[in-house]
């Protein structure tokens, strides 16, 4: 069994502490919003202002705000969280391991997280405690079964024991597990699965407001499109980044169809994006990506 500190306990924090502890892990929840704590309390749950890490190691999962301000993350909240638990670190009976599971711009466990742990503490990372990223994919109207039940779970550490340890404490929760020995990798990974759907959903808005200009029912063509179109049928279509599409039918259909849209006056801006993008990268030498270490198991 675990000891587990949730710091930072909304939804994301909530749903990640109920599913360990219905693992039968021991969970603490940290929050300095007075009336969660006391909601918490009241649902028979541990629940504390301050973040506590004697006894047992520990696993501080860092499940705090990361709202937008403009174009930037705030990470005020964020940081004052991390700045606990540093202070923290200097009671610890045993290394902890510390989680980003926030969203979080890449590069935050390496050049934000661990700094100010060391800072705070006065320890050294990799001899007096760990530091690793597993993002969370939680839907929220469905955060707590999206928890017990995920597709997928990522997991980036530069320490193998850490990847080992959170691999275990998550392979009863099933689905695919991937694991990785650069926590910039999998930060990414969640920005990036983030703004993908954001992507799809505006590429079917802008397509439907053409379908609803010529009478045709975007349903019929996205239900369609979806199980047609290879990049949804094939998980290595399109992902080899550095090269631009080519070929007969993508660059006659995209500026085709751009031309189509202008005619009914309609503004196509993603699809106008896309082309653009892809002519500055049929200019640009093609780029050779270099794969981080992972590990790829069924956590079943």
């Excluded at 391991?97 to 979080?104: D, E, G, L, N």
């Excluded at 993002?135 to 017990?148: G, H, I, M, Y």
């Excluded at 994006?273 to 069924?298: F, Q």
């Amino acid at each position: 069994m675990a000891s587990i500190v949730i710091v930072g306990s909304g939804v994301v924090g909530t749903a990640t502490g109920k599913g360990f502890l219905h693992h039968g892990h021991s969970v603490q929840f940290v929050d300095i919003d007075s009336n969660r704590i006391d909601h918490l309390r009241s649902r028979g749950l541990a629940a504390s202002d301050q973040v506590d890490l004697t006894g047992q190691s520990c696993l501080v999962f860092l499940t705090l705000p990361t709202p937008n301000v403009g174009n930037k993350y705030n990470l005020e909240a964020f940081k004052s969280g991390t700045r606990a638990v540093g202070a923290a670190l200097k009671t610890a009976d045993a290394p902890p391991t510390v989680i980003v599971r926030s969203t979080v711009p890449p590069g935050t466990a390496d050049e934000l997280v661990t700094p100010t742990l060391e800072r705070e503490s006065g320890m050294v990372a990799g001899e007096n405690f760990s530091v690793a990223s597993n993002p969370e994919f939680l839907r929220a109207v469905c955060a707590a079964e999206d928890f017990l039940s995920p597709w997928m779970t990522v997991v980036g550490s530069k320490s193998k024991r850490t990847v080992e340890r959170l691999a275990e404490l998550y392979r009863p929760f099933g689905g695919e597990l991937r694991t990785f020995d650069n926590t910039r990798t999998t930060e990414m990974i969640k920005c990036a699965h983030n703004i993908y759907n954001a992507t799809k959903i505006s590429f079917w808005n802008e397509m439907g407001r053409v379908a609803d200009e010529i009478g045709v029912d975007i349903r019929d063509v996205a239900d369609t499109v979806s199980r047609s179109a290879e990049g949804s049928i094939n998980p290595e279509y399109g992902i080899d980044a550095g090269r631009a599409y080519g070929g007969a039918c993508l660059p006659k259909d995209t500026r085709g169809f751009l031309g189509f849209a202008h005619e009914n006056d309609i503004e196509m801006d993603l699809l106008a994006a896309t082309i653009a993008v892809n002519e500055k990268m049929g200019e640009a030498e093609p780029i050779e990506p270099k794969r981080d270490s992972v590990i790829v198991l069924s956590a079943g």
